[in-house]
């Protein structure tokens, strides 16, 4: 998929130089019923390479590097809303930085959101009940999770979980998407670890994880997925899927979330303005024809003029736009005998958007039959947007089991976290190039890792942007409303406290530096 | 073993040993920091944020925002 033949990750294969005078018609076949199309199998086989490359990066000397950035965000109120008083409402995580010589400023920054961010037991109904688990059934594919409370249409669940839109029957479900885990026992209480025993058995608690699929807010119910989930046993063994839903009468919280300013994560290609490292790097960003697909992508706007900027000071903020095809552009649904296509589609901003590793789905199987659907604009799993906002992720992370989402860096924290993510079942069909691959993968990195690490990371240090400064960057926005999970305009820089390498706070809004 | 505090670390798998840190290096050149600790928060912990009856907990101003953004407006 690169240009240059590096991080080719899907195709276990020489790439073939751009040359314009070199095109030729595209020879990829596209799904037909069951057979699996081109792009399944290039992200099938990616997310495989992810995976192994991640474990490469996770026990490699340079992941141990001190490129990590400690934060606490304190989410600010709503105009007009009285000041919070006590303990601050507090989103702690940490930005963790892979060197890297594909991004012009030397450095790939990964976010993570820590596990018991966002807590259930704080959710009352309008008789002030905690929602604790209440109840659970199941059917094949997912588990529905009675919270407690007396939910209906005049009193639904609250906000974050269902945001009521006036004049619109279906509201904001800003939740579903996130991974969630059993892990409170009373209201207020500690979350519970592997460890944690319980007093009355003698025997550790465990828990469950899973990802939240859909919230019903007017019942209280909470449907999460089976595929994907894990369960921390009693015998503090970590397995997949979970053999048991969640405990009754718990409360949730939020597991461990991730997010990265790659291009595989964020399917963002770059451009290099500058030759500050003499490289010979694209200076003008281009997509392949053959992978120029309709999609979004962002502007960052300071003023109303455009900035894209890599740093801001510790008080500017910038305005986020996000431009995606426009919904009279789309096929109609149904095709009729007087279907009509309309030209001039919105594409992609060609060189920013690229739709290697992410999931989207033809709306159709028989686009031939009138009364079928139209094989249209595809569905976006990636995420969805309203007003300059994204308002959910939509492609339902899914933490273990063949994931498609994760990016070698967040494969690279899962293994250096010592949960070991489940091999993907999908690897590359071709058994002899893939050891060979896997080989060469092996004594490639080798050997980059002792020599021209120093200078990748030499490189990187002299260049590199830095956190909480590049929060405000076109690549870098995008990541933290998804890692957040907060309207993009929330996130202000005057909200980072950050710290320092002796744990010691400083807060760049004021002006406050690390120690040295 | 005390109750956590207030955004106290409850769980981690950030260990590094002794010999990691002594082996650390950039190429060929040993690094050598001040702190023991290289952060505070790393992928895989969990934090213990309780609050009390009268706070805006994190999952509250979480949905405050989202709240604010449907009626338009903006933080403070």
């Known amino acids: ?74 989410i600010p109120v709503p105009s007009g809303t009285p000041a919070p008083g006590g303990n601050q409402p507090a989103i702690p995580g940490v930005f963790k930085g892979f060197p890297t010589n594909n991004k012009e400023f030397g450095m790939h920054w990964a976010g993570v959101r820590t596990a018991g961010s966002l807590r259930f037991d704080n959710i009352k109904d309008h008789n002030g009940t905690l929602a604790s688990i209440a109840s659970v059934t199941a059917d094949d594919d997912y588990y529905y999770v009675q919270l407690t409370g007396d939910w209906s249409v ?21 939740i579903n998407g996130e991974v ?43 449907k999460l997925k089976k595929a994907g989930s894990v369960e921390a046993t009693p015998d503090r063994s970590l397995i997949t899927p979970a053999s048991i839903p969640p405990n009754i009468g718990r409360f949730l919280i939020t597991g461990t979330r991730y997010c990265c300013s790659c291009q595989d994560f964020n399917q963002r290609e770059y451009a290099f303005m500058t030759n500050l490292d003499n490289k010979k790097n694209e200076y003008f960003p281009r997509s392949n024809v053959s992978s120029v697909k309709p999609g979004r992508f962002e502007i960052m706007s300071l003023k109303g003029k455009v900035d894209n900027n890599a740093m801001t000071d510790g008080t500017t903020n910038r305005d986020m736009q996000i431009i995606s095809p426009a919904p009279q552009y789309n096929l109609p649904p149904t095709i ?25 789905l033809r709306s159709t199987a028989n686009p031939s039959l ?48 010592g949960v070991f993510p489940p091999e993907p079942s999908d690897i590359p069909v071709e058994p002899d190039s893939i050891a060979e691959w896997e080989q060469k993968l092996v004594k490639d990195l080798e050997k980059q890792d002792r020599d021209q690490m120093y200078e990748d990371m030499r490189q990187s240090l002299g260049y590199m942007d830095v956190p909480p400064y590049n929060c405000q960057a076109p690549m870098m926005m995008p990541m933290m409303q998804k890692l957040f999970n907060i309207p993009a305009q929330f996130v202000k820089m005057q909200g980072f406290t950050m710290y320092d390498k002796n744990g ?12 040295t | 073993m ?32 001040s702190g023991s600790i290289p952060a505070v928060y790393h992928a895989g912990d969990v934090v213990h944020l309780p609050y009390t009856s009268g706070e805006t907990s994190t999952m509250e101003a979480v949905g405050l925002a989202w709240a604010a953004y449907i009626s338009g407006v903006g933080p403070a």
């Open chain 1, 154 to 174: 005049a009193n639904p669940l609250p906000p974050p979980l269902y945001v009521t839109i006036p004049g619109s029957p279906v509201g904001l479900k800003a």
């Open chain 1, 504 to 515: 010691q706070a400083y807060v760049p809004s004021q002006g406050e530096m690390p120690s």
């Open chain 1, 1 to 74: 998929m690169s240009p240059n033949g590096k991080n080719n990750f899907g195709t276990f294969g020489q790439q073939v130089d751009f040359s314009p005078v070199k095109f030729k018609p595209i020879r990829a076949e596209f799904a037909k019923g069951s057979t699996p199309g081109s792009i399944n199998r290039v992200n099938r086989e990616s997310t495989w390479a992810r995976w192994r490359r991640g474990y490469e990066l996770a026990t490699a000397t340079s992941y141990t590097n001190a490129f990590d950035y400690s934060f606490v965000y304190t």
């Open chain 2, 2 to 33: 005390t109750a956590p505090n207030f955004g106290d670390i409850v769980e981690t798998t950030f260990v590094q040993s002794p010999e990691q840190i002594d082996t650390r290096k950039y190429g060929f050149s040993e690094i050598r920091v």
């Open chain 1, 370 to 417: 009138q009364g079928a659907n139209a094989e249209g604009m595809p569905d976006y799993y990636d995420y969805t947007s309203s007003n300059n906002q994204i308002t959910s992720i939509s492609d339902y992370w899914t933490p273990l089991l063949d994931e498609k989402r994760y990016c070698k860096h967040i494969y690279a924290m899962k293994f250096a976290e």
């Open chain 1, 180 to 222: 969630l885990e059993d892990r409170v026992i009373t209201s207020g209480g500690v979350p519970i670890t592997r460890d944690t025993i319980n007093p009355a058995t003698q025997r550790r608690y465990g828990y469950t994880q899973y990802v939240l699929i859909e919230t019903y807010p007017f019942t209280g119910i909470l």
């Open chain 1, 336 to 360: 009729t005998a007087t279907s009509t296509t309309v030209p001039g589609t919105t594409r992609d901003n060609p060189g920013v958007f690229r739709d290697f590793g992410y999931i989207y």
